[in-house]
């Protein structure tokens, strides 16, 4: 990853005009087969499955009611003491009372859905104003991309947690909407600079000599040509997105309501006692550091697959 | 009434922090129902920039176009965007030079065909598709209805351009403009696609502009050949009278060493010393005066004029002359 931001996005947007080369192959078909050689694919692949899947069976996995303080009766708060690893408690309690490994467990569930919807908002925001800011150019282009190239230069933490604030109440539902929204400039530009780039492009000239009018030109002839470089993007946004949400929620810029556990917010209640239970910090902070590692290997692996210098 | 009739076309390119670029500089030609005219001339002389502003395909910010262009009658350069856009396809179709980028590569070949036909013809997805196979078929693709459910990379390089002949005819235009149909494919290929739209046009009564940089294309297809420099017509003959007697020292030049469909791929024609980078402008003198045999001092100081010389255009202060290419006809006739 060399470059700034906006170059990375550029560069990506650029390589929807390729030209295939007559390989007999499908273009996925030969991603395909870079792909399953990429260790650095396979690895991320087996952590993604594996969280998505955890998360997925995550109610049936956990030992114990992740909202129950059983173990409330040994959390000694004047003295610091916090449920240790015990029998039934493989990870001891939280210092709540409550039992670390069911909330652990269960917490993968609101990050991978904060991170997916944040992501699919994000997506679907920049996906309209790229389009509209590339396909019709002129003032809108102006307009949008200034307002793209503002959010930009802002680092994306620091944006996501000025918008939270601005919301009365904090809840699951603004950390998804602050963070979703620092996302929108990222695919904006992303396809904003793919409709440029193949606005003069061979296929759309021979498709306009055909009389194809404007809209089928975007939505037929561009739009879909663009999909690689998309998922390639969203596939990275989503671990930005889970680190940032968590960092929110970390602020105590999340969901109050600590019933509901979440990795976040976890680390933020293990905060004060980092000193004497770090195992409370290393745990959630782990899973969240290891999963988006897995998203982001896996963009990576994409980016290079799908990259038509690296096509046989 | 020609069926396309371009006066004085004149294109130029104003880009920011650029000079004014005139690539296109008073071109006019005709074009009768069912001819085929060829437009022919070295990279850079602007053959593809007029084929493009007969389709109305130029970039609107940057390209100034002035002149007239009338298809049957009509002004085309001021038609509005949609009404232009309805006679694309349907009235005039265009055939490009690389086949694979000129299609879309995420669509089957079925739906991009399809496509037109419902555009203009209104066809329904069904009959459209029926009327895709019969379409591959005339264009020679075997094999039509598992080809319209492939992808471009699927098709091999002449297939591919076979399916954009297709596509380009299938509203059965009056007008074909083919830029260069043939330079991105293999010999044997390119025979084959000329010989092609040799039998298209004489089946469909299509009119067809044949603009490439080779001779060799034009003497199998063409009626009327108008040859470009500098953006400017410098010689329009009858193909057998241009053949025989090129007038114009360019057209002399390129003619000096006629490329054979059996030369190598790719094969540039370099007859001539010197390039179009050459070239001095048409203001205040002939174009192609650095690189030419025959240039008097009068050509480096005075445009020359275009003049009717024995029933072809010339746009020379000395042309060559007929008896000097006594040995080329022998070389014809063989
Ligand atoms: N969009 C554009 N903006 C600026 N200049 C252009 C543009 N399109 C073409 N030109 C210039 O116009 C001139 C004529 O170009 P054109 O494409 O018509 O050449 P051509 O005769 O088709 O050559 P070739 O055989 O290489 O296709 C060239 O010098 C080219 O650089
Ligand atoms: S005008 Fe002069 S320089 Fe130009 S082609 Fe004729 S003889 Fe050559
Ligand atoms: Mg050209």
Known sequence: MTGTKKQRIDALAESTVDKPEDSGVSLAASAWR??????????????????????????????????ARDLADQVVKARNEI???????????????????????????????????????????????GTLAGALGGWVDSVVMRAVDVMLSVPSLLLAVSISALFARPSQFTVIIAVAIVQIPIFARLLRGSMLAQRGSDHVLAARSLGVR????????????????????????????????????????????DSVPEWGQ??????????????????????????????TLIGESLRDALDPKNRR | ?????????????????????????????????????????????????????????????????????TFEGTELLRLSDRDMRDRRGRDLGMVFQDPLSSLNPVISIGLQVTEVLERHRGMPRKQAMAEATDLLNKVGIPDPTRRLSEYPHQ??????????????????????????????????????????????????????IMITHDLGVVAGLCDQVNVLYGGRIVERAQ????????????????????????????????????SVADNIPWDHACAFAPRCANALDV????????EWHEGRLLRCHNPVEPAADAAAKEDLRV
């Open chain 1, 214 to 257: 404007p809209g089928a030109i975007v939505f037929r002839h561009m739009l879909p040509n663009s999909l690689g470089p998309v998922i390639v993007q969203a596939t990275l946004v989503l671990a930005t997105s889970i680190i940032d949400a968590a960092a929110l929620s970390f602020l105590g810029l999340g969901n109050p309501d």
């Open chain 1, 266 to 295: 976890m680390l933020g209640g293990s905060q004060q006692v980092i000193d004497s239970h770090p195992a409370l910090s290393f745990w959630p902070a782990g899973c969240i550091i290891v999963v988006a590692l897995g998203f």
């Open chain 2, 299 to 306: 050509c480096r100081g005075q445009t020359p004029a275009e």
């Open chain 1, 34 to 67: 870079r792909l399953r050689r990429n260790p650095a694919f396979l690895v991320g692949a087996v952590i993604t499955v594996l969280f998505v899947a955890v998360a997925l069976i995550s109610p049936w996995l956990a030992p114990h009611d992740p909202a």
């Open chain 2, 239 to 274: 193909r057998h009278e241009l053949f025989v007697e090129p007038r114009h020292p360019y057209t002399h030049g390129l003619l000096a060493s006629i490329p054979r469909l059996d030369a190598a791929r790719g094969q540039k024609l370099v007859p001539i010393p010197g």
């Open chain 2, 155 to 208: 098709l091999s390089g002449g297939m591919r351009q076979r399916a954009l002949i297709a596509m380009a005819l299938a509203c059965r235009p009056r007008l074909l403009i083919a830029d260069e149909p043939t330079t991105a494919l293999d010999v044997t290929i390119q025979a084959q696609i000329l010989a092609l739209l040799k039998e298209l046009v004489r089946d469909t009564g299509t009119a067809l």
């Open chain 2, 1 to 69: 009434m020609a069926l396309l009739e371009v006066r004085d076309l004149t294109v130029s390119f104003h880009r920011r922090g650029e000079p004014v670029f005139t690539a296109v500089d008073g071109v006019s030609f005709e074009v009768e129902p069912g001819q085929t005219v060829g437009l022919v001339g070295e990279s850079g002389c602007g053959k593809s920039v007029t084929s493009l502003a007969i389709m109305g395909l130029l970039p609107k910010r940057g390209a100034k176009v002035s002149g007239s262009v």
């Open chain 1, 83 to 129: 449920p240790p690893a015990q029998p039934g408690h493989p990870l001891g309690g939280d210092p709540q009372g409550r039992d670390f490994l069911s909330r652990l467990l269960v917490g993968s569930q609101q990050t991978l859905m904060v991170g997916v919807f944040a992501t699919l908002i994000g997506l679907a925001g920049g996906l309209v104003l």
